[in-house]
């Protein structure tokens, strides 16, 4: 037996369908551009996002100033400005205010400048204590000791109509602190 007599089709053998060929070629191409279109939306959506998406900067509203006792730190939560509707409870963003004079206000981020855990507030030793890897900081928010590398993020803020407020909509980073 030669290698030709392997390669003719037997010539009993029926011939393809060509409506079936014509189908799948169809199906093929269908298919190739739904799996296109299904890659390539996430793909535009990373690139066109800076485009699209406008840079929030706005005061966000933190309470009444009579909320805030005189040298005294508390936790407010507020809805971050950037949020989308498909956020769900990672929307709520969180800020230790200390008001440390009658107008003097000290906002801060509750994330710790090392990695980023939420921080906690002893008012006891008045310390505010990272459970991740030890940092420790001072109730002005200077860095007391541990790993991180400098003291808490503060927030802008202002106090309008007996009302104060943050200015949210980016978060601070080592690059870009304040």
């Known amino acids: 037996m ?8 037997p010539a009993d053998a029926a011939p393809a369908d060509p409506h079936r060929r014509r189908v799948l070629g169809w199906l093929s191409v269908v298919l190739g551009a739904l799996s296109t279109v299904a890659a390539g939306v996430p793909i535009l959506g990373y ?7 406008t840079p929030t900067n706005e005061w966000i509203d933190l ?6 006792p005189e ?3 508390r936790l407010v939560d507020f809805v ?3 949020h989308r509707p498909w956020d769900g409870d990672s929307q709520r963003l969180a800020a230790y205010v200390r008001r440390a004079g009658p107008d003097v206000f000290q906002v ?7 990695l980023g855990c939420p921080v906690s507030w ?9 459970p991740c890897h030890g ?12 790993p991180p590398p400098r003291g808490l993020y503060v927030l802008e803020n202002r106090v309008a109509n007996g009302r104060l407020s943050i200015r949210a909509g980016r978060l601070p980073t080592l690059q870009q602190p304040g």
């Open 2 to 9: 030669t290698t030709t007599e392997h390669s003719q089709a």
């Open 47 to 53: 690139l066109l996002s800076p485009v699209l998406r």
């Open 63 to 68: 309470g009444p100033v009579e909320d805030f």
């Open 71 to 73: 040298k005294q730190t």
């Open 80 to 82: 971050d400005p950037l």
């Open 108 to 114: 801060f981020s509750v994330n710790c400048t090392h």
């Open 122 to 130: 002893f008012p006891q030793s008045g310390l505010f204590l990272c």
């Open 135 to 146: 940092g420790v900081y001072y109730e002005d928010g200077s860095h007391a000791s541990g």
